[in-house]
């Protein structure tokens, strides 16, 4: 789990620039990219998971689900019936490591790429209406934003999970409504000074409408800032589906995520059976290593004066 | 200073009203309450029973006014699994977690200091490299994973610490037995080592990253130069001027991080059996002991608001700037 709330960052929004102009950022952001040995590592641990997350099921040695009682426990290696290997051991149902993990990595990013994007769109709606109307509707808004950060975040999860039960939904629904204020206060901070720039103030002249004007006007030059939050989001949503997961709040059994996996570990750690928890461990690191890797770049390539000194 | 307390008091009942009426929300989420509090066997009879012993018959505004004059008195219901008050069964969960939450913020915060510091004072070289590597690392570890790696490495493997078991000192504390509660600071501490690296990991990790480019940008300052060139020895330099406005930022984050620290605590006390909160939290989850979960959860969201009003009133003491 990590701390969902205070990897923010701002910048300062500019006009929606031309084509050209964005080609060429596009080509700027490309080459930093493939100059910085980190943030290549980072996109290439995420595109490796975004493959297995893809093609798991294709590639997967074994049925995640498929037990077999003669199989359970293998170590690392071990041949299993006809030509096929548990690589990465089988579990204490004799359900193969290998398989679980590849059809895990599918639960953990659609988990976090859904709940974001949950977050995201109920934040930046907020944002944008409490920048933009200011007033009573800000202060209700900001106040809700408020108390929900009173919440050590865990918690409150655990707290909607335990009455509405596990699943693939409500987890979703909880650890995005938990990211919602995020994005509501870079957002509003952004159209706060936004509002007040020449261009909002022609198209408000224009005659065009208050929704055409903060979706169409100013939502387009804070993208920005939001796809560093939702970097380091992700990686803190992927920590926290875990934890749940590891708590037996995630999705139900029947599913392989890597928490769950974790979890069912605990039992045979006296026995030294390491491999059930640390491929899943390494699994869960590596893919919040790599967001977290990528915020950090898309920050400094983002606004240069954020860059951690050194 | 009066003005800004009071503020900050009503800000805090402010947020403690929302909390009760969050985790009242959450109640009433999964349809009629009554059956998180009645056995999977109920009757009819002992459904229509419980649901009026416990008030869900009545209008949800009633409900929720008796639910908060309730929380008020500490009454959250029995525990199902426990039969006896739940908020007596998480009181006495409570002095073990406090203990863990602390010491793995002494922990943290005690290593994120020099470890930040000797980064930002060797700035460029492999050794900043490494240290700023470790710490991008301990950012992305689960902290029960943490926990779970190290009760293989240096519980089992070098048999080094306890990987289970708690030695009480706070309860012996509050019980005014001080011989007995210091007598066992020293095993408590030692038992608490792993869970408490564990749980601290990420916020060792994020504050040592906070110091380092904290350093870095005060010792940057014309001050820092001044000093420098007045022939103060660099010691003195790092420790007097640059430290003192160094910490601001870390002040903040540490209130931030307790609130977290709190959270990891419910997760990695089930991985050490540790008997706390978040062991007890566990177990009620699995027995959907609701009482139990309800007032635990309320009971560490108020000490995280009674701690984030401390920190602003630190934080307000440090750096007079900050308006009171």
């Known amino acids: 789990m990590t701390d969902l709330h205070t990897n923010v960052v701002e910048t300062e929004a500019v006009p929606v620039p031309p084509v050209s ?18 943030a290549l590592l980072g996109m290439l641990i995420l595109l490796v998971v975004t493959f297995v997350a893809i093609f798991g099921p294709a590639v997967a040695p074994f049925d995640p689900n498929r037990q077999n009682i003669m ?44 709940a974001i994007a949950v977050g995201g769109t109920l934040g930046t709606v907020a944002g944008l209406v409490s920048g933009y109307f200011g007033g009573w509707i800000d202060d209700v808004i900001m106040r809700l934003g408020d108390i929900q950060l009173a919440f050590p975040f865990i918690l409150l999860a655990i707290m909607f ?10 987890i979703i629904l909880v650890l995005g409504i938990g990211q919602w204020i995020t994005y509501a206060r870079i957002v509003r901070a952004q159209t706060l000074s936004l509002r007040e720039k020449e261009y909002v103030e022609a198209a408000r002249a224009m005659g065009d409408s208050t929704f055409s004007i903060l979706f169409r006007t100013i939502l387009p030059n804070i993208v920005a800032p939001l796809t560093v939050i939702a970097s380091f989001n992700v990686a803190g949503v992927i920590l926290s589906e875990a934890a749940l997961s590891f708590l037996g709040l995630g999705v139900p059994p029947s599913v392989p995520t890597w928490g769950s996996m974790l979890s069912e570990s605990r039992d045979h750690l006296l026995s030294n059976k390491w491999w059930m928890a640390v491929f899943p461990g390494l699994a869960i690191v590596f893919t919040v290593l790599a967001f977290n890797i990528i915020g950090d770049w898309l920050r400094d390539f983002l606004d240069p004066r954020l860059k951690e000194n050194g | ?56 018959d009545r209008p949800l505004p009633v409900q929720y006014l008796s639910y908060v004059w309730n929380a008020l008195h500490g009454d959250f219901g029995n525990s199902l699994s426990y039969r006896q008050p739940a908020m007596g069964v998480v009181l006495e969960a409570m002095p073990a977690t406090i203990e863990l939450t602390f010491f793995s913020l002494v922990l943290a915060i005690g290593l994120s200091i020099p ?108 001050y820092v130069r001044t000093a420098r060139s007045k022939g103060i020895s660099e010691t003195r330099v790092v420790m007097h001027h640059a430290m003192r ?25 089930t991985v050490f059996s540790y008997p706390g909160i978040g062991r007890l939290v566990f177990n009620a989850i699995n027995q959907r002991d609701i009482p139990v ?32």
């Open chain 2, 115 to 222: 470890l930040g510091i000797f980064a930002a004072l060797n700035r460029g070289r492999p050794v900043d490299g490494g240290i700023m590597t470790l710490a991008m690392l301990g950012q992305s570890i689960p902290n029960f994973w943490m926990g779970i790696m190290m009760i293989l490495y240096f519980g089992l493997y070098l048999g080094w610490f306890p990987i289970s078991g708690h030695v009480p000192f706070l309860e012996p504390l509050f019980a005014g037995e001080f011989s007995t509660a210091f007598r066992n600071l020293p095993q408590s501490m030692y038992y608490m080592v792993l869970p408490a690296l564990a749980v601290g990991t990420y916020t060792l990790a994020r504050n040592a990253r906070l110091i380092r480019s904290s350093m870095l940008e005060v010792l940057g300052q014309d």
């Open chain 1, 71 to 114: 199989m359970r426990l293998l170590e690392p290696g071990s041949p299993g019936v006809g030509d096929l290997t548990y690589w990465l051991g089988s579990d204490q149902l004799g359900r193969d490591v290998l398989s679980r993990l590849l059809y895990g990595a599918r639960v953990s990013l659609l988990v976090g790429v859904a």
């Open chain 2, 245 to 269: 406005n160094a910490w601001l930022p870390v002040v903040t984050m540490i209130g931030l991080e307790f609130g977290f620290l709190l959270g990891g605590v419910v997760v990695v006390e």
């Open chain 2, 1 to 56: 200073m009066w003005t800004f307390l009071i503020r900050r008091l009503l800000q805090s009942i402010i947020v403690l009203i929302g909390v009760t009426l969050i985790s009242f929300i959450s109640l009433q989420m999964g349809g009629d309450p009554t059956y998180l509090f009645v056995s999977e066997n109920a009757s009819v009879e002992e459904i229509q029973r419980a649901r009026e012993a416990l008030g869900f």
């Open chain 1, 161 to 170: 999970l335990v009455v509405l039960g596990p699943g693939l939904v409500n």
């Open chain 1, 21 to 38: 102009y964005r080609r060429r950022e596009m080509r700027r952001a490309f080459q930093s990219l493939v100059t910085s040995r980190w």
């Open chain 2, 293 to 324: 979960v309800q007032a635990s959860v309320i009971l560490l969201a108020g000490i995280f608001i009674l701690l984030n009003l401390i920190v602003d009133l630190i934080y307000a003491r440090l750096d007079p700037r900050v308006k009171l």
